[in-house]
C-alpha cells in the first residue's frame, strides 16, 4: 500500500508560473488590478442642504395642555374621595334628604 501512494506521488508534477510585476507606467493599464471606480455614476451624491432635525415623539395621551391639570377645590367632594377616617366622614357630609319631604 506505501508503495503504491510513493508511485502516484512520484508521478505527481506541477508547474508554477513566475508573473513579473508589470513596469510602474503600465500599471494602470492592467486589467487584473483591483482599483476603485472613479467615474461620476459611482461616486456619493454631494447633498445640498442638510436634513431637518429630529422631532420629538408626542406623548401617548392626546390630551389639551390646558386640561392636563385640573384643581378641585370643592372641600365636599375631596373629603368624599380622601376622607380622614371612618367616624369623621358622616360628620362632614352634608345631611342626607329624607324621603318624607313631601
Do not use: W, Y
Given at each position: ?17 513566475e508573473k513579473t ?82
Amino acid at each position: 500500500m506505501q508503495q503504491c501512494l510513493v508511485d502516484n506521488f512520484s508521478k505527481l508534477t506541477v508547474s508554477v508560473e513566475e508573473k513579473t510585476p508589470p513596469p510602474a507606467d503600465d500599471s494602470l493599464s492592467d486589467p487584473e488590478i483591483c482599483r476603485t471606480p472613479t467615474s461620476e455614476e459611482h461616486r456619493i451624491p454631494e447633498l445640498l442642504s442638510c436634513p431637518p432635525a429630529p422631532k420629538k415623539r408626542r406623548g401617548s395621551f392626546s390630551t389639551d395642555v390646558n386640561e392636563s391639570k385640573k384643581i378641585v377645590e370643592d372641600k365636599e367632594i375631596i373629603q368624599i374621595i380622601f376622607p380622614p377616617d371612618k367616624d369623621s366622614l358622616s360628620s362632614t357630609l352634608p345631611p342626607k334628604p329624607s324621603s318624607s319631604m313631601e
